[in-house]
């Protein structure tokens, strides 16, 4: 009987690790496809038409010539695809069987990609940076940081400053559910507990989708918009530029003895302003990322309006307001839906929302552009993240009735 034959590259990546090749075998159409849940089949058939259409249990999912499957949850799906051509249309289906995965999953942090602080009074500390440290090598430390259990923190610097990290499999789509969380270490302070101020830091979320296949964060990012999304006061398109410290310069000490030098890291931004990041006496090492041989650090992206408020009057007590909702280190870790994100939030540069069925990267970035005496500039730290879908391994089962 003759075959028409279609393509099928099995991703594979949390089963077989993040660097391992994709395989790439030839099925007939009769074939029965075997994958993990939450993994891909690339499908790509080998015969043209003018237009196609995909069917998942008789459901119409695609009108693209390709089509990535997907599922969370185990079973047998019946999966057809139709070649709509007035001269040779065509029609085949077949059956791919989901199953549970041989390694269970982690719900935890598995990997980061690149770690890019910008300038900040932790960085170089939080990890700590060694001499002939390059850019892999504090994202591996970065990655011992914060991956499973560790929840060891990170600092992302001042603003624009980020870090990319993913799982051992895509986390899924849930409408209507919170679908991940993110540690960071945000408080509120004793004498206000009700204004929910502190130590907020907020750090803005992105996601994004392997839709190449390829394993690595090269997809379009979207953003996570939060509650300060559509705010007047939060700045879209934003760019900011460092410029490497002169280490011959002389520094400008103030008056309080707390900062050592007030002209430490310049920097302007896309609206025409111009500051410094302050060096302060309490950390003496560079501010600068040590790994990085750039004289320059350029970031893009959203700035939130300020959250600091000096309440003494004289620059010694800043309390920093969280905002209400979706972002990183806004709140203490206690508070779990405060600090989980919804994949559903995504928007496109324009501000349109996004529908993912599934994110397999994360990147958080510094939100604010800010700096409150004493206690520096405000950057994001965060210590590990976690999918609100996969179940703790730790947990200890339900007591007996």
Same mark, same amino acid.
């Given at each position: ?5 279609? $393509? ?34 690339? +499908?790509?058939? !080998?015969?043209?038409?003018? !237009? $196609?259409?995909?069917?998942?249990? *008789? ?32 029609? &085949? ?17 598995? @990997?980061?990609?690149?770690? @890019? /602080?910008?300038?900040?009074? &932790?960085? =170089? ?6 001499? %002939?440290?390059?850019? #892999?090598?504090? !994202? @591996? ?6 991956? %499973? ?23 899924? =789509? ?13 408080f509120y302070e004793l004498?206000? /507990?009700?204004?929910? %101020? ?18 690595? /964060? ?18 879209? =398109? $934003? ?5 490497? /410290? ?10 309080? *003895?707390? +900062? ?7 920097? @302007? ?8 990041? #302050? ?25 939130? !309006?300020?959250? %600091?408020?000096?309440?003494?009057g004289m620059g010694t007590?800043?309390? +920093? ?19 989980? &994100? ?41 210590? *590990? ?5 996969? #179940? ?10």
């Amino acid at each position: 009987m003759k075959k028409t034959l279609i $393509y099928i590259s099995v991703l594979a990546s949390a089963l077989l690790g993040c660097d391992d090749d994709i395989a790439t075998v030839s099925l007939g159409i009769d074939d029965y496809y075997r994958v993990a849940r939450m993994q891909k089949l690339d +499908l790509h058939p !080998a015969l043209t038409g003018n !237009a $196609y259409r995909w069917c998942v249990d *008789g459901v119409e999912v695609s009108t693209d010539r390709d089509y990535v499957f997907m599922q969370p949850d185990e079973g047998e799906y019946a999966v057809s695809f139709d070649i709509i051509d007035a001269e040779s249309p065509f029609h &085949f289906d077949f059956v791919v069987s989901v199953v549970h995965e041989e390694l269970e999953y982690s719900p935890y942090v598995a @990997r980061v990609y690149e770690y @890019r /602080p910008a300038p900040g009074q &932790f960085v =170089n500390q939080m990890p700590l940076y060694e001499a %002939g440290d390059r850019a #892999a090598d504090m !994202a @591996r430390k970065a990655e011992e940081c914060i991956s %499973g259990k560790n929840e060891i923190m990170i600092s992302l610097g001042a603003w624009g400053g980020y870090v990319v990290f993913g799982f051992d499999h895509p986390v899924v =789509n849930v409408p209507g559910e919170y679908d991940f969380l993110i540690h960071g270490n945000a408080f509120y302070e004793l004498t206000q /507990p009700d204004k929910k %101020g502190g130590s907020a830091e907020p750090g803005i979320v992105w996601v994004s989708e392997d839709v190449n296949l390829n394993g690595i /964060p090269d997809d379009p990012w979207y953003e996570l918009a939060g509650s300060e999304y559509s705010s007047p006061l939060t700045r879209h =398109n $934003y760019s900011m530029t460092y410029t490497r /410290p002169d280490a011959a310069k002389a520094p400008v000490p103030d008056e309080s *003895g707390f +900062l050592t030098d007030t002209e430490y890291i310049a920097w @302007r931004d896309s609206e025409g302003s111009t500051g410094f990041v #302050a060096k302060n006496s309490f950390h003496p090492q560079s501010y600068y990322p040590m790994w990085l041989d750039d004289d320059e650090l350029t970031f893009t992206g959203t700035c939130l !309006a300020p959250n %600091g408020v000096d309440t003494s009057g004289m620059g010694t007590y800043y309390i +920093l307001y969280s905002y209400a909702w979706g972002y990183a280190d806004n709140h203490p870790n206690d508070y779990e839906d405060l600090n989980s &994100f919804k994949i559903d939030w995504a928007v496109d540069g324009d501000g349109r929302p996004v529908h993912l069925r599934c994110i397999d990267f994360v990147k958080v970035v510094t939100g604010l552009n800010q700096y409150c005496g004493w206690l520096g500039e405000t950057s994001t730290e965060i210590s *590990g993240a976690r999918d609100l879908h996969i #179940a703790l391994t730790d947990e200890l089962p339900p007591e007996p009735i």
